[in-house]
C-alpha cells in the first residue's frame, strides 16, 4: 500500500501532512505525484473530491524547497489558475497548510477586493500565486505583476474555465508564460475544446485520469420528484421538514431564484443564506463561513458553488432546478458523500425539465430513484407562507464592486451619479448633478416671475 512517504518528498511537507493526518494518498495522488515530482508536464482528468489540489500542490512545493531562491519583485515561481475566488482561496489555504513548516510565501488575487493590497502583497515577489484570469490580468496591465519567472503554471478546472468565457484570457496569459516551465492541467471533463486548450499549454505530458467523465459517485443516493414549477417551494419545505439535514446544497439556475428561494424560505422562518455572481465577496465569504460553522445548514446557489468548494458534512444536494448541461449534474451532487461518507441527491423535475433529466441519465448511466409527493402536498401548497420582503435597493453601494468595474471599463453608467454622465434628455449639459438639477427643480414656471432681477409680479 502506497503512503506519502514512498514518494520522497520533501521532509517539511511530510511533517505537515502528519500533522493533517495524511498517510494514505488518493488515485489521481498516487498516479500523479511521480511524474511530477520528475518535472514531467501532466494533463489530469479527475472530478473535484478526489484529492487533486494535493495531487498538484505537493510535488510543485517540493520543487520550490528543492531549488530554494527568493523570488524576484512583481513576480511569482508558481502561478495557480482557478475559474472562481471561492476556489482560489481554498487553493491557497491549501498550499498554507502543506508548506506550514517552510517560509515559502502564498497569495491569492481574485476581483471583488481592493485591488490596491494585492499589488502592495505582490511587490516583494511572491513564491506561489493562486489568481483568477481577469484579476491576473488586471495586475499585469497595471504592472503590478509579469510571468517570466514562473516556473510551475497549473491550470485547474479548465471545463470550467471555457464555461465561464475565459479561453481569450487564457490564451492571452499563455503567451505571457516562459517557454521553459512546468504545466500542470486539470479538468473534470475532456471535450474537443478542452484538448485543445491543453495543446497549447502542455508538451509531451503524462495523462491521468482516476473516474470516466461525467459518471457519479457511488456513495450517492439519487432520488427524483416530478413537480410542476410554481409548487417546487412547497416541496422544498416538505423535504427540510422530513430529511434528516446535517448541510445541504439547494441549486438553482439563476441568482434571483436562488434569492427567491431565500426569501421563501425565511418566510416560513427557515434560515439560509445564497451564494452567486451578483454577491459581494464579503457575502459569499461571509456565507461560506456560516455553512462550514454550521450557523446556516442551507446554502442556496448557482453553478459558481459546483465546482472546487470543499465543504464538508453536506449531507444532501437539492436540485431546485435542473441543469441544462448534463456534465453539471455530476459536478453538483459531487459536493455530497465526499471522503467516504454517504450523501443524498434529490432533483425537483418540472414538466419542462424531462427532457435535461433523461441527457442526464443518458450520459451518467445511472437513474434516480422515484420519490413520490407528500400525501398532503395539496395543502402545503394552500398554505404555502409569504415570502420575506427582499432587502432595499441600496443603489451602487450595494452592487459587487467587481461588476462595478468591469461596467466602468466597458464604458457602463452604473452606478455613476447624474452629474458624471452625458447630456441629460432635457437638453441640461453634462456635469450638472444633483446639485444643478435641484436648482431647477425650484426655478418658477411664469417667466414674469423671477424672469430678471429686481422683477415683481403685478396683481390686479
Request: charged share 25%.
Amino acid at each position: 500500500m502506497t503512503t506519502f512517504n514512498d514518494f520522497g518528498l520533501h521532509a517539511d511537507i511530510n511533517r505537515a501532512l502528519a500533522a493533517k493526518d495524511y498517510t494514505q494518498p488518493t488515485p489521481i495522488q498516487t498516479q500523479a505525484i511521480p511524474p511530477l515530482m520528475k518535472g514531467r508536464d501532466l494533463c489530469g482528468i479527475a472530478q473535484t473530491g478526489t484529492g487533486k489540489t494535493a495531487g498538484f500542490s505537493l510535488p510543485s512545493i517540493h520543487h520550490l524547497l528543492t531549488y530554494p531562491h527568493r523570488a524576484n519583485p512583481r513576480s511569482c515561481r508558481m502561478l495557480v489558475l482557478a475559474p472562481t475566488r471561492e476556489l482560489a482561496a481554498q487553493i491557497a489555504q491549501s498550499c498554507r497548510d502543506y508548506g506550514r513548516f517552510t517560509k515559502l510565501s502564498v497569495s491569492t488575487v481574485f476581483g471583488g477586493v481592493p485591488i490596491n493590497k494585492q499589488i502592495r502583497d505582490l511587490s516583494g515577489g511572491v513564491d506561489i500565486l493562486v489568481a483568477t484570469p481577469g484579476r491576473l490580468l488586471d495586475l499585469i496591465d497595471q504592472r503590478a505583476l509579469r510571468l517570466d519567472d514562473v516556473e510551475i503554471f497549473v491550470l485547474d478546472e479548465a471545463d470550467q474555465m471555457m464555461d465561464m468565457g475565459f479561453i481569450h484570457s487564457l490564451r492571452r496569459i499563455a503567451k505571457l508564460l516562459p517557454s521553459r516551465r512546468q504545466n500542470l492541467f486539470f479538468s473534470a471533463t475532456m471535450p474537443k475544446e478542452i484538448a485543445h486548450l491543453a495543446e497549447q499549454f502542455l508538451e509531451d505530458p503524462v495523462t491521468v485520469s482516476v473516474t470516466p467523465a461525467a459518471t457519479t459517485v457511488e456513495k450517492i443516493s439519487q432520488y427524483s420528484t416530478f413537480v410542476e414549477q410554481k409548487e417546487k417551494q412547497a416541496l422544498l419545505h416538505s423535504v427540510i421538514a422530513s430529511e434528516d439535514i446535517d448541510r445541504a446544497l439547494i441549486f438553482t439556475r439563476t441568482k434571483h431564484g436562488a434569492d427567491r428561494v431565500v426569501r421563501h424560505l425565511a418566510g416560513a422562518g427557515i434560515k439560509a443564506m445564497a451564494i452567486h455572481g451578483n454577491k459581494s465577496q464579503s457575502q459569499r465569504t461571509h456565507a461560506l463561513q456560516a455553512f462550514r460553522s454550521g450557523d446556516i445548514k442551507l446554502l442556496v446557489a448557482t453553478d459558481i458553488a459546483a465546482r472546487g468548494i470543499d465543504v464538508s458534512g453536506v449531507s444532501h444536494v437539492i436540485n431546485f432546478e435542473i441543469p441544462n448541461v448534463p456534465e453539471q449534474y455530476v459536478h453538483r451532487i459531487g459536493r455530497t458523500a465526499r471522503a467516504g461518507a454517504e450523501g443524498k441527491a434529490i432533483s425537483f423535475i418540472a414538466p419542462d425539465e424531462r427532457p435535461y433529466m433523461r441527457d442526464i441519465e443518458r450520459v451518467t448511466r445511472s437513474k434516480s430513484e422515484p420519490m413520490p409527493l407528500p400525501e398532503n402536498f395539496n395543502e402545503l401548497v394552500r398554505n404555502l407562507p409569504k415570502p420575506a420582503q427582499p432587502p432595499r435597493d441600496t443603489g451602487s453601494q450595494g452592487r459587487n464592486p467587481q461588476r462595478q468595474r468591469e461596467d466602468a471599463l466597458r464604458g457602463r453608467d452604473a452606478g455613476k451619479p447624474r452629474g458624471d454622465r452625458g447630456p441629460r434628455r432635457d437638453g441640461a449639459p453634462a456635469g450638472e448633478g444633483a446639485e444643478g438639477q435641484r436648482k431647477r427643480r425650484f426655478r418658477p414656471r411664469n417667466k414674469s416671475v423671477g424672469a430678471h432681477k429686481g422683477a415683481v409680479k403685478r396683481v390686479g
